[in-house]
Each structure stands twice: as C-alpha cells, then as structure tokens.
C-alpha cells in the first residue's frame, strides 16, 4: 500500500477509548446517584451543575467555536425562560412543548439581532451584546403583558404532574430531566463539532478571511454559531421557569447569567466540549457553599472567589482545567 | 479564451493610488505573472479581484460574468481560488483539517471530503504531515499547504501572492514545480513574484506594475527588453 492509501484508510476520528469509558461510567453514576437517597440540597446543586454545564455548553458554541465573545447570553435564558411560561400560563401549552417554543423564540431572535450585531467584530461585538443583554431586563421589566417586575407566577398543579413538569413533593424528577437535556446537548454539540459546519465554524473563528477565501460566508457561520447557541440556552431558561416556577426580569434576565456562562467555561476550557462541564462541577458547588457558610452578609463572596480563581486559572493555565486532564486520556479528537 | 478580464481597475487609498487604470487579461490555462518592485500594487490587485478590498471603479469579469464588489466568499465560490502573501494557515487545525475545509466546499461528506483533501495533501507531497498541527509546519510547508487548501475548493482560476518569498533557496524549486503540477491540471494561475528568473521559467505572460500603473503587458521575453520594466526594476540604466 502507498502512503495515500495508508492515510485513506484510517479512521475518520481517532475516538479514545479510555474517554468513553469515562463518560459512560460517570453517566451511569450520575443516574445512579439519586437512588442512594440524595437529599434535597444535594439534587439541588447536581440540578444546578447541569444546568450550568448547558447553559455553559451555549456560551462555548460561540465563542470557543466560533469565536464570538458574547456578554448578553442572559438574554436567550430569559427569552426561553419567559416564552415557554407565557405559553403555558396563559393558553395552557404544555411546558414539554413551550420548551420547543422557547427555543424557536430565542433562535428567531438570535437571527435579528445577529444580522447586526454580527457585522462589529472582537470587542464591539462584546459591548453591544452587553447591552442588548441589560435592555432585555429593562423592557422585561415594563412589559405588561408578561406581568412586568412581578413577573409571571406558573400556577401550581396539585401534586407532581409530569405533564406540566411540576414536582413537589421530590426534586428527583428535575435532576433526570435536566441530566436527560445535559446529555442531549453536550451529544448534540459533539455531533455539531464533527460536522462540516463544525469545520467550518472553526475556519471563522481562526482566520476569517481565509475562510471566505474557502466559499464560507463568514456572516452567516457566525449568525448560525449564534442560533445555535441561543437554541441550546433557551431550554435551560425554560426548565429553570418551571423549577423556581416564578418567572421575573430580575432573576431571568440577571445580568450574573452571562457572566458566569464566560466564567464557567474559561476556567473549565474554552473551544473544548468538556470544558464547561468541569468549569461548572466547580464553580457551582463553590456558589452554593459560599451561599450557605457566608450567608446574606456576604452575597458576592463567591464571586471573589472566582475571580481569584479565574485569575490563577489565565495567568497558569489559559486553556482552562480541562488542561490538567492526561493529555492520553483526553487527546484532541484529530489523530496527530 | 480569456478567463479574466479586467477592464481601468482603480482603486485609491486616500490620495494614495493604489491600483490605477489597470487593464489585462488572464488567458485560460495558462500562467500570467504578476511583477513590480515593492508598493507597485500587486497585492491590492489581488485583493480587488479576489473582493478582499472594494474597488473603485472598473471591470472585473470572470468567465464573463460581473465580479466587480462581490464578497470574498461569493467570489470564490465562482471558481477563483487564491493565498496570501502573509500566510493564513488556520494554525491551531491539523494540515489536513485545513485542506478538508476547502475539500467541504465540493463535496459534503465527510469521509469523501477527507480522502479528497488527502489527495490534494499527497499532490503537494505532505502526506506524511498530515496531522500536524498548522503552526508546526516550516514556511515552505505552509506555503504548500495554502496552496492545498486553495486546490481544494477545485478553482478554476487560482492567484497565489509570492510562493516563493520567505522561504530558503533550497525550497523553491519544489514549490516551483508544483506551480506547474498545478498549471498542467489545467488550472489558470496568476501569480505574484518578485524573483525574476522564477516569473521567466513559469509565466506564459506578464503583467508589469508600478507605482500603481501597468507599465507594460506580454510574453516574457518582451517584458525582458521592456525599457519601462528595466528601468523600474533597476533603476534607470542609463544611471549606472
């Protein structure tokens, strides 16, 4: 055989093994673990981990892919948070469809404010999606018809109902279903990198203009990265919606969402898939802990902390955590 | 057959201009080289015809078809492959992922795209490279692999800005060589060189520039007893 049919026959991806045996051990454990009685503060902070891990996956699909530093990604929480609570509120929708709603909303507006937005690039792009994140907040907050500062209050259901994804008397339920859109979306995301759009979302972000030298409009790959990364937050707003079951623009629409969807996912490694998973089995468990020791008297203390980790986290190590994963264990997707 | 044709092509950068009244053509399948001494204008040339840079006013036609202001995708998604001077490799990408981005552009599979790319990758001879990281490769490696990736969206019409500039003398005659691989695989090329012997050995035709004016346009051996051309390579003979 020459070298060319050597090289051809290769497998496409050089797939370590050692990393799919990780990931379905810990999937496993993580189904597993509310069967050894988990109680309620536990499931509360796994809940919380996977949904920062998606909300974080969103942020990594612009701006470790596609390179897009985004400062308003609140926005699509809250979008998603408020569509599918509207939806269900006042025509009765199902919340397992209003989802979907949510997401269609969020994408919708991710198309128009991304044909703009994404004209400015590097950190005009940043400052502009700054705003568009606060002005969300503060039309939110005036908007009558979804209930203005107090908000939408989803109507209680007597007892669990799956059909309208309320659970009283257990937090389990919320665990599996956010661990079920945890797997869909890091799945969904791993497909999308292996993708000719993932190639070429690549291409954008490392030299625009020898991309478009490839036939690749570079403002359409961005406009896609940005939808895609809208449809991806939008469920966790909507999920989180029926979780706290009270929807307001302060909560919703909090501008600490979008920064710590950037913090989560430049301490667990930007551009790579795992990174916001590891960044939020951290920096979660660091807020809630904080949150009960410090109390009310030091409400931004984890936020210090952060910082100071963010801080050791860029100066040591810019790739982020997932670095001081064995490289043989996490070796990039691409054979060397 | 023209392939090219350009028609008074300016463009002025403040009062500066760059690129002023420029008319040739590009014959199909065949090599026209592009030469001037330094700011002559043969880089903004290719970035009007290629869409990087907005022209003023003039006429680009490609296969008889209006490409003056079109975008750069739009542009190569024509047929008009290019590189740059300042190289552009996606540098955190292998070698051959950076030629299959160019490979998706014809065909959407990825299995086909990657044994596509593969044998773009083995006709600039790098095959062994392949998975080497962009940034690992030597210049005159990434010089071959723009020239793979740009072979790769399958152009009928190929610029390539200076292959030879940058890289030791030991390298040039391959990358020579492979300029014509190229040519005989019936792709057009216009190129940029500023090594005279290089543009004489390859070019079928010549494109003299300076100061942002063509200067004089034929065979290479007529651009050789051009006095125009002389004078502004060497400065005025007469001077010596």
């Known amino acids: 055989m020459n070298k060319l049919d050597i090289a051809k026959s290769e497998p496409l991806w050089n797939t370590n093994k050692n990393i799919i045996f990780i990931i379905t051990g810990l999937l496993i454990l993580l189904i597993a673990l509310p069967l050894f009685g988990l109680n309620s503060f536990y499931l509360h902070l796994f809940i919380m981990i996977f949904m920062h891990a998606v909300m974080a996956q969103s942020w990594n699909v612009i701006a470790g892919f596609s390179g897009q530093i985004s400062l308003g990604h609140g926005a699509f929480f809250g979008i998603g948070a408020y569509a599918s609570s509207f939806f269900f509120v006042q025509f009765g929708v199902s919340p397992w469809i209003s989802i979907f709603i949510g997401m269609f909303f969020s994408g919708i507006i991710a198309v128009l404010i991304g044909i703009p937005m994404l004209r400015l690039s590097g950190h005009y792009f940043a400052i502009a999606t700054l705003l568009i994140g606060i002005s969300f907040q503060v039309v939110f907050q005036r908007w009558e018809l979804v209930g203005a500062a107090s908000g939408l209050w989803v109507p209680l259901t007597q007892g669990d109902s799956w059909s309208s994804l309320q659970f009283h008397s257990s937090k389990a339920p919320y665990y599996y279903i956010f661990l079920f859109f945890l797997v869909i979306t890091f799945f969904v995301v791993w497909l999308l990198n292996r993708s000719k759009i993932g190639f070429r979302l690549r291409a954008v972000r490392d030299d625009a203009q020898a991309a478009s030298s490839l036939c690749i409009s570079v403002s359409n790959y961005k406009i896609i990265a940005f939808v895609i990364s809208a449809m991806i937050m939008a469920p966790m707003g909507s999920l989180f919606g029926q979780y706290i079951l009270i929807i307001d623009p302060d909560r919703m629409f909090n501008i600490e969402i979008s920064i710590i969807v950037l913090l989560i996912t430049v301490l667990g490694g930007i551009g790579n898939i795992w990174g916001p998973l590891i960044g939020a089995a951290i920096l979660i468990p660091i807020s809630e802990y904080s949150r009960i020791y410090l109390g009310g008297t030091g409400g931004a203390v984890d936020l210090i902390f952060y910082g100071l980790i963010l801080m050791i986290i860029c100066i040591f190590r810019p790739e982020g955590l997932i670095s001081f994963v064995p490289k043989n264990i996490l070796e990039r997707e691409k054979q060397r | ?240």
């Open chain 2, 1 to 240: 057959m023209k392939i090219l044709t350009v028609e008074n092509l300016s463009r002025a950068f403040g009062g500066i201009k760059a690129n002023e009244d420029i008319s040739f053509e590009a014959e199909k399948g065949k090599v026209l080289g592009v030469i001037g001494p330094n700011g002559a204008g043969k880089s903004t040339l290719f970035d009007l015809i290629t869409g990087y840079t907005k022209p003023d006013n003039g006429k680009i036609l490609f296969e008889n078809k209006n490409i003056f202001g079109l975008k750069p995708d739009k542009i190569s998604s024509l047929g008009v492959g290019r590189t740059f001077q300042k190289l552009k490799p996606f540098a955190d990408q292998t070698l051959l992922e950076n030629v299959m981005i160019g490979a998706f552009v014809k065909e959407n599979n990825i299995k086909k795209a990657r044994d596509n790319a593969l044998e773009i990758i083995e006709f600039v001879d790098l095959i062994e490279k392949r998975h080497h990281f962009a940034r690992e490769l030597s210049t005159g490696q990434r010089k071959r692999l723009e020239m793979a990736r740009a072979m790769a969206i399958k152009p009928k019409l190929l610029l390539m800005d200076e292959v030879t500039g940058g890289v030791d003398q030991k390298t040039i005659p391959g990358l020579v060589e492979l300029i014509k691989k190229m040519r005989n695989l019936g792709v057009t090329i216009i190129t940029i060189e500023h090594n005279i012997n290089i543009i004489m050995e390859i070019s079928d035709s010549i494109l003299a520039l300076d100061q942002g004016k063509k200067i004089a346009f034929g065979s290479p051996k007529e651009i050789q007893n051009n006095k125009k051309v002389i004078d502004a390579y060497l400065g005025t003979v007469d001077a010596a």
